[in-house]
């Protein structure tokens, strides 16, 4: 079951917070009441290199990314003022720095939500998401801007050392929809890939009721790709064109990445699902060529989000829903999520995290939801954001999980 990432965080009845679909689910689901452990099943058992040797707790929050180049994970985190910012951290849980808590020259505000910072391949820039200074959601509808929700939210870039700003794109800070969801940069960082809002749900009210039924609940999307340049002025993005499917059904789409060779893109969507499973996604590659498109998952009841694949290729991390067999894709409060693995063509599914199962060194009495995954450098390490969905809600916390071999 795939609906939900954790970038999208939808209006809570107590907060609001961030990390793409996911998010957005928690934000729907607003102050998720405790409950019963769900039912839960494992999947088929991982590839030796792939079972899980440990898994230990890096820091709380998340939407993160791990660079290859410099070994820092790049992510973000609410302030004592309920604001998202980005910080970047050793692996090993030292040399925690935040990268957006002073103004700098063109950089957005302090008290502006920023989040899903992606490393360029170099690892000299970050690029990220950042609500505009002012807009027409300020501050009645502010936690529409948060990281997972995107809403009037523009894309910046800047240096590891979070010294030097530039903004990326101009969306318009008034009455219209427009925002931006998870960049991501092709593996050559020649090309920038995200999500861009167009138009605002079309049944916003009934988000958390699960006796109406759900219209679109995450708003109209778009998918775009850019020329990234590194030029003497500075960075900036050339060419960018929509891609979005054409002959689409659906309504949301949400970027994860490019394949290994930068020939296609992977990405989070509600294209082809049938009516009446409005939290069912599913997961999808896309040729930049030939437009061919594939569906990955296939499981239209399911909550499948967050694609990425590993640095060799050989292999998929996923969030999913796939492994709770309590899951109701008619009703967000029933969101449970782990993390998954595949292989590219959608086969050899398997089980990496267990949230929800007792007795599990991660498991949590609360509720849980795996949102937004990183692989490190070689494939041995895989660094996966977990959102508690009960109480503690939007608490969220990165993991690194450490496999018996080089997964991926």
């Not at 920038?192 to 995450?218: E, I």
Request: proline fraction near 7%; include cysteine; charged fraction near 20%.
């Amino acid at each position: 079951m795939r609906r939900w990432s954790l970038c999208l965080s939808v209006p809570c009845r107590r907060a609001f917070c961030t990390l793409g679909l996911l998010l957005v689910i928690a934000s729907l689901v607003g102050s998720a009441p405790l409950s019963a452990a769900p039912l839960v099943r494992d999947l088929l058992a991982a590839p030796s290199a792939c079972t899980v040797a440990s898994i230990r707790l890096l820091t709380s929050g998340g939407d993160h990314d791990w660079s290859h180049a410099n070994g820092l994970v790049v992510y973000d985190d609410m302030d004592e003022k309920s604001t998202w910012q980005l910080y970047t951290i050793r692996p090993n849980g030292t040399g925690r720095t935040c990268l957006t808590c002073r103004t700098r020259a063109d950089s957005p505000l302090v008290d502006r939500q920023k989040g899903h910072g992606a490393w360029h391949p170099g690892g000299k820039y970050i690029v990220l998401q950042a609500e505009m200074d002012y807009h027409a959601g300020t501050p009645r509808t502010r936690g529409f801007a948060t990281p997972g929700r995107g809403w009037w939210n523009n894309l910046y870039v800047t240096t590891a050392d979070g010294r030097s700003w530039t903004r990326l794109t101009n969306y318009k800070s008034g009455s219209d929809f427009e925002g931006v969801l998870i960049p991501r940069f092709s593996h050559d960082g020649a090309q920038l890939f995200w999500a861009k809002l167009v138009g605002q749900p079309d049944d916003p009210d009934d988000w958390d009721d699960p006796n109406d039924p759900v219209v679109n609940p995450m708003g109209h999307w778009e998918l775009w790709v850019a020329d990234f340049v590194d030029a003497a002025a500075g960075p900036a993005l050339r060419n960018a064109r929509n891609i979005t499917p054409v002959g689409s059904k659906g309504f949301f789409y949400e970027s994860g990445g490019f394949t290994p060779d930068d020939s296609k893109v992977i990405f989070t969507a509600d294209y082809d699902i049938a009516n009446g499973f409005p939290y069912g996604y599913d997961l999808y590659t896309l040729d930049l060529t030939t437009g061919a498109l594939v569906n990955l998952t296939n499981s239209p009841d399911e909550w499948d989000e967050h694609p990425h694949f590993s640095p060799h290729g050989n292999k998929i991390s996923f969030i999913s829903s796939q492994v709770i067999l309590s899951y109701d894709p008619r009703d967000i409060n029933t969101l449970r999520g782990e993390l998954m693995l595949m292989n590219p063509d959608g086969s050899g599914l398997a089980q990496v995290t267990r949230f929800n199962t007792p007795g599990a060194p991660e498991y949590t009495v609360e509720p849980s939801i795996a949102a937004d995954s990183a692989w490190n450098a070689d494939g041995t390490q895989i660094s996966v954001t977990q959102i508690l969905f009960g109480d503690s809600y939007p608490e969220r916390r990165v993991w690194i999980v450490t496999f018996n071999g080089a997964c991926g």
